[in-house]
């Protein structure tokens, strides 16, 4: 791998000896949806206080769709912003994908929803399907698609209706999730090292520990099945917490590696917005300062593959992230599986 030199008083960072043009992000954008369950809420709802949450996950309020406001909807509107925010009209976009676990149905893609919906009439258009890490896993896929010169630009959104697979009897999930969607334009951006690495691990041994087991070939939905509430995600959070904090500081230290940066040389990490106490032992573990870590849990709770993008948003149109930043993102979600990337904004 090549060292390159940065600025005066910057850190060098690494490229990869591909001879591909480079992939950055050149436009982000995020929406969640008006409607806010606070804890308070909550405890009228399950046998839960908000002292209980907010001690265990981080977490006060979150956001929920309207029953006629689906996943494809929350794409379609963070995507536009998105959109606006690089200055590329949607008949510009090549290519269209939709991370998400929660699809407006099995077939046809979500993505080509949304390609209709924008009237991005030129782009291809599939979904992707990584659990909370899906975003890391369709900003790789989305880039590879760039520097290849295959197409121009590329849509990347993460996208969750969770509210819709939620058992609002289960006390120890209900209080975790929302629903809310984030999305990237990623184009090449010339005299700019944009996305440097991407570090992706999967571990399917552990399938069981986050899933739902009901509406696949496996098990289709029957009376039986819904009798048995199958049709709604289930957690081992013991175990989960503890391959998350593994999974996502391996990762992570991995992709600074490659980049031949250091933690200090970050400006800004993003990590999934799972629960508080991840993201605080990921920190930890990483040698961290408080002041580079982004953290909005506390509002959105976890919105699984729109958690990173929402976050990234934010961190953007506060003023967290400049341009030529370096940037982390990490995540682990459902597969299991984990991610990380490193960019240079």
């Known amino acids: 791998m090549t060292s390159v030199s940065g600025e005066q008083g910057r850190p060098p960072c690494v490229r990869s000896p591909?001879?591909?043009?480079?992939?950055s992000i050149t436009g982000v954008g995020s929406y969640v949806p008006a409607r806010v369950l606070r804890n308070a809420d909550l405890e009228r709802m399950v046998d839960t206080t908000d002292q209980w949450i907010t001690t265990r996950t981080g977490i006060k309020e979150r956001r929920l769709a309207a029953e006629n406001e689906f996943t494809s909807d929350l794409a379609t509107e963070a995507a536009r912003r998105a959109l606006q925010h690089a200055g590329v009209p949607p008949e510009a976009v090549d290519l269209i994908i939709v991370c998400t676990i929660t699809p407006d149905m099995p077939f046809p893609a979500t993505a080509c929803l949304v390609q209709a919906r924008l009237g991005a009439t030129r782009a291809a258009a599939f979904d992707l399907e990584a659990a909370c890490s899906g975003f890391l896993?369709?900003?790789?896929?989305?880039?590879?698609?760039?520097?290849?010169?295959?197409?121009?630009?590329?849509?990347?959104?993460?996208?969750?209706?969770?509210?819709?697979?939620?058992?609002?009897?289960?006390?120890?999930?209900?209080?975790?999730?929302g629903d809310g969607a984030g999305a990237v334009v990623l184009q090449h951006r010339p005299h700019s090292h944009g996305l440097l690495t991407t570090v992706m691990g999967a571990d399917g041994t552990r399938a069981d520990a986050l899933c739902m087991p009901g509406g696949g070939s496996r098990c289709p939905a029957s009376t039986v099945s819904v009798a048995a509430r199958l049709h709604y995600l289930r957690m081992d959070g013991r175990e989960t917490f503890k391959n998350a904090v593994t999974?996502?500081?391996?990762?992570?230290?991995?992709?600074?590696?490659?980049?031949?940066?250091?933690?200090?040389?970050?400006?800004?990490?993003?990590?999934?917005?799972?629960?508080?106490?991840?993201?605080?032992?990921?920190?930890e573990r990483l040698g961290a300062r408080p002041d580079q870590v982004f953290v909005n849990v506390d509002r959105y709770g976890n919105t699984s593959a729109a958690s990173v993008v929402i976050a990234l948003d934010e961190a953007v149109k506060s003023g967290r992230i400049r341009k030529g930043d370096y940037v982390m993102l990490v995540a682990f979600g459902a597969g299991l599986t984990w991610a990380a990337a490193v960019l240079e904004w």
């Open 247 to 283: 999974a996502m500081h391996r990762a992570a230290e991995e992709a600074l590696k490659r980049c031949g940066l250091r933690v200090e040389d970050l400006r800004c990490i993003i990590p999934h917005q799972a629960n508080r106490r991840i993201i605080d032992a990921v920190a």
């Open 137 to 177: 896993y369709g900003l790789e896929v989305g880039q590879q698609f760039v520097i290849s010169r295959t197409y121009d630009t590329v849509l990347v959104i993460g996208a969750e209706k969770l509210s819709s697979i939620i058992d609002w009897k289960d006390r120890n999930t209900c209080v975790l999730f």
């Open 18 to 23: 591909f001879q591909g043009r480079s992939c």
